[in-house]
């Protein structure tokens, strides 16, 4: 019973939220994401991410990412993969190495601090579907750059990080 009101404080709460943030101009995920930041364990700890709930989310997840899809114009995908690749792998190098250098600040290990600049890599394609879908832009030529970059950042991260695993797996 504990989980059907933590699933509706968390519905009421989100929908107030991303209502009010699209009433002020923001994408209804802005919001929706505070409101896990503050209900969550960073700040009031009322909401933990049990198995049940971590379950919804992947559901949620999915549907959003399915939908996404099911309304993206793969020809328009494929008209700008260029310039998506282009942006994708600066959203790579770019937070590879500034956040590198930065950690390297810290006095960690050039190793280190290329993991921890491969982590920062990573994007969120699911909340870029949704401001672009939120927006009417999915379809558009910013759009279709936009979430073409978003899809091989996240392909680029995932093999960058493998690597990264396994270099330090050999380090240990």
Request: proline share 3%.
């Amino acid at each position: 019973m504990a989980f059907i009101g933590t699933l509706t404080l968390l519905l009421i709460t989100t929908l107030l939220a991303g209502h009010l943030g699209q009433r002020v101009g923001l994408p209804a995920v802005v919001p929706q994401l505070l409101v896990g930041v503050v209900l969550g364990p960073a700040m009031l700890g009322w909401v933990h991410a049990d198995t049940n709930l971590t379950t919804f989310a992947d559901i949620g997840v999915v549907i959003l990412m399915f939908l996404g899809g099911m309304e993206s114009d793969i020809d328009l995908l494929k008209r700008y993969l260029r310039p998506a690749l282009i942006v994708a792998c600066a959203g790579v190098i770019m937070p590879v190495v500034l956040v590198g250098l930065a950690s390297r600040g810290f006095g960690v290990s050039w190793t280190e601090a290329a993991f921890i600049g491969v982590i920062f890599s990573a994007t969120s394609v699911s909340i870029s579907v949704a401001v672009l879908k939120e927006f009417h832009y999915l379809n558009t030529r910013e759009g279709a750059t936009i979430l073409g970059a978003a899809v091989a950042d996240d392909i680029i991260g995932v093999i960058l990080l493998s690597v990264m695993i396994a270099i330090l797996a050999v380090r240990a």
